[in-house]
T-cell receptor, first 109, second 115 residues
Framework: GDSVTQMEGPVTLSEEAFLTINCTYT??????LFWYVQYPGEGLQLLLK?????DKGSNKGFEATYRKETTSFHLEKGSVQVSDSAVYFC????????FGAGTRLTVKP | DADVTQTPRNRITKTGKRIMLECSQTKGHDRMYWYRQDPGLGLRLIYY???????NKGEISDGYSVSRQAQAKFSLSLESAIPNQTALYFC??????????????FGPGTRLTVL
């Protein structure tokens, strides 16, 4: 069945550092890919998405490109802030929604 | 007010008890979902509903049942709770216009502890 594998955390960075969180997927067909973010004590909220190969999703300085050849959707941000501290989930929507295990990011001042 | 609400937010119960978690939404969406979140496992789909008369099992439906009372309400029941059902439970909705590209809108979660 469909599945998502993402980089294990936790990840700790200093403010203004570069962020990459790796995500790879296994799916039949052509799923849509998503990154969701969960702040402490809250539900998940959409960060960005891409619906077809080579699409780039972007929001709040975060970017991810749908790479069909490598079945990947890595999340990047050029300069993280303390307010980016959260848990990040990669997800796909094929026959149904599948989420990765989540990666906890902590950004220190 | 929040678009997707869940009650209760926290619940502690004992093994064997029946528990109902409730979800309401004001987004006017047709599709609703129940997930559980466990550390290191991400979110796993329990049940989903595309409309009031359409209920579907998800990845891990055993031990759970659901009821879609109205477009805006979707309840999750544990008929006889067991400790390994201790988890954070999330309700979510989507508009359903474009199935695979839809954004999911999540409630704040219910933390359930089964002793």
């Amino acid at each position: 069945g469909d599945s998502v594998t993402q980089m294990e955390g936790p990840v700790t960075l200093s403010e203004e550092a570069f962020l990459t969180i790796n995500c790879t997927y296994t799916a039949t067909g052509y799923p849509s890919l998503f990154w969701y973010v969960q702040y402490p004590g809250e539900g998940l909220q959409l960060l960005l998405k891409a619906t077809k190969a080579d699409d780039k999703g972007s929001n709040k300085g975060f970017e991810a490109t749908y790479r069909k050849e490598t079945t990947s959707f890595h999340l990047e941000k050029g300069s993280v802030q303390v307010s980016d501290s959260a848990v990040y989930f990669c997800a796909l929507n094929g026959r149904d929604m599948r989420f990765g295990a989540g990666t906890r990011l902590t950004v220190k001042p | 007010d929040a678009d997707v609400t869940q009650t209760p937010r926290n619940r502690i119960t004992k093994t064997g008890k029946r528990i109902m978690l409730e979800c309401s939404q004001t987004k006017g969406h047709d599709r609703m979902y129940w997930y559980r979140q466990d550390p290191g496992l991400g979110l796993r789909l329990i049940y989903y509903s595309f409309d009031v008369k359409d209920i579907n099992k998800g990845e891990i439906s055993d031990g759970y049942s659901v009821s879609r009372q109205a477009q805006a309400k979707f309840s999750l029941s544990l008929e006889s709770a067991i400790p390994n059902q201790t988890a954070l439970y999330f309700c979510a909705t989507t508009a359903g216009d474009l199935i695979s590209t839809d954004t999911q809108y999540f409630g704040p979660g219910t933390r359930l502890t089964v002793l």
